[in-house]
């Protein structure tokens, strides 16, 4: 007898260890949402919110009195997958293509027109470092070299949508 109420209990128990309740492991987890990429988080339409020429702050959106308040024009359009529109703080116009650099550390753009041409010394193009990650409400860039109608300064631009 005592056999068969083993073998029985060890039956019972095995049934019991071998099943899955929902509590344990659910059969419908919730599914991991991957964060934004660069790319996507940058593409809308940017306008300055602070610019500094060689580290001298040229513009604060939150100011009055500002060196270069053409800046409050200033507008970087990337809401397009490659293509872009930029308006200088001067008001001219271009549009052209833009690429992010396999790190995501570098802004390029490229084949830069306007009704006037390319913007003055760039031979329509223009590299900017991105100074930090970018998130939906920020995007900090800066020229990776000085540019030409920022008095040949280093130009840092602190952008929001």
């Not at 939150?62 to 990337?78: F, P």
């Not at 550390?105 to 003055?120: M, R, T, V």
């Amino acid at each position: 007898m005592k056999p068969i109420f083993y073998f029985l209990f060890i039956t019972i128990l095995s049934t019991f260890v071998g099943c899955k309740t929902d509590s344990i492991s659910p059969s419908n987890p919730t599914p991991v949402i991957p964060a934004p990429t660069v790319a996507e988080i940058i593409k809308k339409n940017w306008s300055a919110s602070s610019v500094l020429w060689d580290g001298v702050s040229q513009f604060d959106k939150s100011s009055t009195s500002n060196l270069i308040q053409g800046y409050n024009q200033y507008k970087l359009d990337l809401s397009n997958t490659s293509s872009l529109s930029i308006t200088e703080f001067d008001g001219k116009k271009f549009t052209g293509k833009y690429s992010l650099s396999s790190d995501n550390q570098k802004l390029i753009i490229s084949e830069l027109s306007g009704l006037d041409g390319a913007p003055s010394g760039t031979n329509g193009s223009i590299e900017f470092k991105i100074s930090s990650t970018p998130t939906a409400n920020s995007l900090i860039l800066e020229s990776s070299a000085p540019y030409v109608k920022a008095s040949n300064k280093v130009v840092r631009l602190s952008l929001i949508p």
